[in-house]
């Protein structure tokens, strides 16, 4: 019998050790944690869809005609007119032939992943990409390449290396714990000169990056060059799932080969219906997306200015560097005592040595709602000798 409480025991002398916490209210600028209300400065919900109340009014409608369940697969019985009517909203929107909805990004992207590759093909994948892409290279068998962050000469060197004809460049288009942008043009020119493919994982982008939210392809002024292109439902849009988005003949040929599409009930109508709205709204009222990065602006360059290890970058989630573990868990605690949740992101997410909190910023924080966290911030750095 293998000794799990021997793991436990190590996984918390590690400072590794994690808890949840009970959110008891819809997420906004404030929610309630365990019975407090709390300044939410950790969320997802960029542009603050979550609790709109068009999502919920769109969902609640959808319930009330269609139930609460898709009651099978797409395949058998659970393909909804929704279904398709988001699908080719979201294509129009991505400005692709089609798109493929999925349960979650996580089954997006090992579907996707996994549905295209196998052993025969190399897989080049940046030292930092979501572990779900780690994992859909795993499950495909396909020969895994490891690139360093963002080094394109790295890249290079490696595609020079391995490619042998099969080959797939992949990476996070906003990576979700360092809030940088990847070079994805650099990334498509290499792919076009190497003959890849290539594959962006844009959860965090789509919504938010782009003159119209499209994500880092438009960020970049690129049409046509990103194979695959993944985006959530989860982050700026509110609700949950995952797409990919595409040629015509990559998505019909996923319908017939990403596992994680194949065999999972497909995503409720309501969600599909909230999701809908969700894209009326980031489509037509672009100024949420202005003031998301105004709002991010602000903060990360006052937090710079008072002499926090926090990177440059012009996307809403902002890493203020700790390093050590215990410490990064004690800042977390004593913001939570203050009613600021922010909490400490630790190893495995993130590489040993680089604990921190990650910040992420919505649209509907104010920012008297950020001067208060920022005097926080400054007070608890000083006393865990973080700042000067």
Not at 31 to 45: A, F, P, Q
Request: charged share 25%.
């Amino acid at each position: 019998m293998y000794d799990f409480q021997g793991a436990l025991k190590d996984i918390k002398n590690k400072g590794l050790y994690r808890e949840f916490r009970n959110v008891n209210a819809a997420q906004g600028p404030y929610t309630v944690i365990d019975g407090r209300k709390m300044l939410m400065m950790s969320s997802n919900n960029y542009l603050g869809l979550c609790d709109d109340i068009r999502l919920k009014r769109a969902a609640i409608e959808s319930i009330r005609k269609f139930g609460v369940g898709a009651g099978g697969s797409r395949l058998t019985c659970g393909n909804f007119e929704l279904h398709r009517e988001l699908e080719e909203r979201l294509a129009k929107f991505k400005d692709v032939e089609s798109c493929i909805v999925f349960g979650s990004g996580y089954a997006a992207n090992i579907g996707a992943i996994s549905g295209i590759a196998d052993k025969n093909w190399v897989i080049f994948c940046d030292r930092l990409n979501h572990a779900s892409i780690v994992d859909g290279i795993r499950l495909s068998g396909a020969k895994l390449v490891v690139y360093k962050h963002c080094d394109m000469e790295d890249l290079e060197s490696k595609i020079v290396r391995y490619h042998t004809g099969k080959s797939l460049i992949v990476t996070d288009g906003v990576f979700s714990m360092d809030g940088d942008v990847a070079p994805v043009d650099r990334i498509v020119k290499l792919a076009k000169k190497y003959n890849l493919m290539t594959m962006v994982d844009d959860a965090h982008a789509t919504g938010i990056l782009g003159e119209k939210g499209r994500g880092t392809s438009e960020y970049f002024g690129l049409k046509d060059a990103v194979d695959i292109s993944m985006g959530t439902l989860s982050k700026a849009f509110g609700v949950e799932g995952g797409f990919v988005a595409g040629k015509r003949k990559l998505v019909d040929f996923l319908r017939h080969k990403a596992k994680s599409f194949i065999y999972s009930t497909a995503p409720p109508p309501y969600n599909m219906a909230a999701a809908l709205e969700a894209l009326n709204i980031i489509e037509t009222e672009p100024q949420a997306r202005k003031e998301l990065a105004e709002k991010s602006v602000w903060l990360r360059n006052r937090l710079i200015e008072k002499g926090f290890n926090v990177p440059k970058g012009v996307t809403p989630i902002i890493p203020l560097m700790v390093g050590d573990v215990n410490t990064a868990v004690e800042f977390s605690m004593l913001l939570y005592n203050e009613g600021i949740y922010i909490p400490a992101i630790r190893p495995p997410t993130v590489p040993k040595g680089t604990s921190r909190l990650r910040i992420s910023i919505m649209a509907s924080h104010s920012y008297e709602d950020m001067e208060f966290a920022l005097k926080n911030l400054v007070r608890f750095g000083r006393k865990l000798g973080i700042i000067p």
